[in-house]
């Protein structure tokens, strides 16, 4: 997975992202925000989701589906590619 245009992404702990690529805004929710810093941390997809589980007592079930919904999304915005 190419992570690349995240690097350039300026995140605040409140969940504000802006790319300054294209100019274009976004906010994250604490799950969002969390995953989007452990992509730029370098982290792959099951590393993320074993982090979930621990971090806020999601399930692994839950924590799949909501790894899996917010990387779709960076895929829909060409945040991320495969």
Do not use: R
């Amino acid at each position: 997975m190419n992570t690349d245009q995240l690097m350039t992404l300026a995140v605040n702990k409140n969940g504000f992202v802006f790319d300054p690529e294209n100019g274009i805004s976004y906010t994250v929710n604490e799950t969002g925000l969390f995953v989007l810093q452990q992509l730029q941390s370098g982290a792959t997809q099951d590393e993320i989701i074993k982090c979930l589980t621990e971090e806020y007592e999601v399930t692994e079930k839950n924590a799949i589906s909501d790894v899996d919904h917010f990387m779709a999304m960076l895929k829909a915005l060409n945040l991320i590619e495969d």
